[in-house]
Structures are given as C-alpha cells and as structure tokens.
C-alpha cells in the first residue's frame, strides 16, 4: 500500500478499530468538506470515522506537527489491523486514508463545510479558535465543538457573526468504536444547523441524542462525578485501585472500571470537566479530588502520556 500501514501499532491500537459500517443514504445538506481541528485521541477518531465511513474528504489540523505526525501514524495502524481482521480491503484502506489531508494552518479551511473542533477542553483556548473559525471558514460552513463540558452557548459567543452555525457534537472515546453521538444546541443554534448536524452524525454510523446546554450535557454530568468519587475513593484509602475497578467492572457490569476509564479519557480532561460542572453549577459535590489535581500537575494525565492510575 502507497502509505505505512507497516509501521509499529501505537499502544492504543490494541482497544481500537476502524470498522465499517455502511454509509447512511441521508442527504448532508451540501457537506462535501469536513475540517478537523485538533489530532489527538478524539480528532483523529474523528476524522477517521468521517473519511472511512462517511466518505467524506477530511482536512486534519494540529499546531503540534509531531501530534499530527503520531494521529496519522496511528489511523495507519489502525486501517492496517481492519485489513487484517477481513474488515476492510486494502483498496478501501487506501481509499480512506487518500480521503485525510493534514495542515497547520487554518486558512486550510477555506474550503471546508463543516469543521469539528476537537482541542483540549480549555475555554479560553476553544473561544479563541471559534472566534478565528468564524473568519476563515466559508460563511456557509457549520462549526461543532466535541467539548465535553464547556457550553456551547459561550463558544457561539466568540464566533462573532455564526452563532447561528455553532453546536455541540460531542463524540465518544474511542470513536470508532463507540456509536453515541450526544448533540447539544447552544442558545442561538438554528433548526436547521440541528438537522444538518444529526444527518452526519447518522452518516458516520451514530446514533444521536439531544441534551439542553448544560454544564456536562447528560453524558458527563453523570459519568464524571462517578468517576471523582472513584479517585476520592482510592485516594481516601478504601480500597485499592484494582479492587474499585474489578468491583465497578464486575459488580455493575461495566466494560472497564472507572479510574482504567479516567486513564483513557485523559486526567487532564476529567480535571477540566469537573471544574467546569464545579464552576458552573456551584455545588460543591462536583469538587474535583486533591488527587486527580495532583497527577495532572504531575503529568500524569493517563494512557496518553504512558502514566495515570495505571503504567501503559
Ligand atoms: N478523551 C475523551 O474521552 C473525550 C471524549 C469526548 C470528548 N472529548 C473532548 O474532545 C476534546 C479533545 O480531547 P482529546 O482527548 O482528544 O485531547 P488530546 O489531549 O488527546 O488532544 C488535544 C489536541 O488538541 C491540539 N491542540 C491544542 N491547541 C491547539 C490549537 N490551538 N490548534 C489546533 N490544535 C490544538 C493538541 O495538539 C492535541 O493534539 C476535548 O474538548 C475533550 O473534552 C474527549
């Protein structure tokens, strides 16, 4: 094949793989160009799904060359692991990975219809980008945002002039795998922006919902507190961090435990939700634990960094 799939699997590529559902027939409202902004786990996810399952030509943007560099790496690895399991054939392979072109540069987008940020879970930083988003995107163009916590509403606010065009397509980890699409409208976003978005959404294989824009959405409003609660649970001494796994993951059926699951969320994005759900909401059942503050000044923000509650 004209691209690596040769190369060494990333250690993530054990818990991912590409898999490939048909495209939906739902017309996409004009979306031929799909622009991804940012190349780590969710991003890459992303623009894998959007190239390989709705086939649609993905521009990748990162700042950080060596992340794109690894991003693509990776969706190498994993088109080569479908190839070998039957899911794919070479030639589908390559047909996916011809449909991903990558840039640093956002006036790449210029051409793009609809763009899904997908950058660490920072406020300032997400303002700043959708504020440049709404100049160098086509007027035409929707832009999402994958936050996990951050409200859509204020996002909308920064991208002076589109706010109309600004919603929350929150995917989940890791994206090919996983089929939920969670959709959240911002105060301004019009209907149609809702249709448009839900119709890729389908075509990319997902099944969507619809949450009120809320600190959290549905998914982490309920996901994280457990998940701090877990940490404040192992930091306070009541039981190892295996035994607060195996007894979430086996007592509750659940497909891994919650700190192996903050592990490959990322630390630094349970710690930038929960503070979002602290900060908004005002409660302070949703303080985020001493420990998980501690690891992420550590860095040791989990599977992504080679070490959270776990050594990967
Ligand atoms: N990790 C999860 O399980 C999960 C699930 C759903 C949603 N999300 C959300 O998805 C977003 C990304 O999370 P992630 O886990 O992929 O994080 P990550 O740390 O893996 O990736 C973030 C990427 O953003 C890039 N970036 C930073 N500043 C940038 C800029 N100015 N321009 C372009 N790229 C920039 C970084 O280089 C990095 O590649 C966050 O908003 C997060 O809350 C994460």
Redesign the pocket.
Known sequence: MAFALARAASSRASHWSVKSFHSSSTSLHGVKHVGV???????LGIALVAANVSKLPVLL????EA?LNK?MKFMDSLLKKDIAKGRLTEAQAEETRSRVKTTQNMADFSNVDFVIE????NPA??AT?FRDLAQATPKHAILA??????SITKIAAAAKGREEQVIGM????PVPVMKLVEIIPGLATSNEVLRTTKDLAVAMGKTCTVSQDVPGFVANRLLMPYINEAIIAYETGIATKEDIDTTMKLGTNMPMGPLTLAD???L??CL??MKVLHEQLGDTKYRPSVLLNKMVDAGWVGK?SGRGFYVY
Do not use: C, P, R, Y
């Open positions: 902004l940012g190349a780590g786990q969710m991003g943007l990162d700042t950080n992340q991003g997908a950058v660490s879970e930083l997400k980008l945002s994958n936050t996990s916590s951050i929150h995917f989940m980890n490959f969320i990322g630094d994005t930038a939700i992504k």
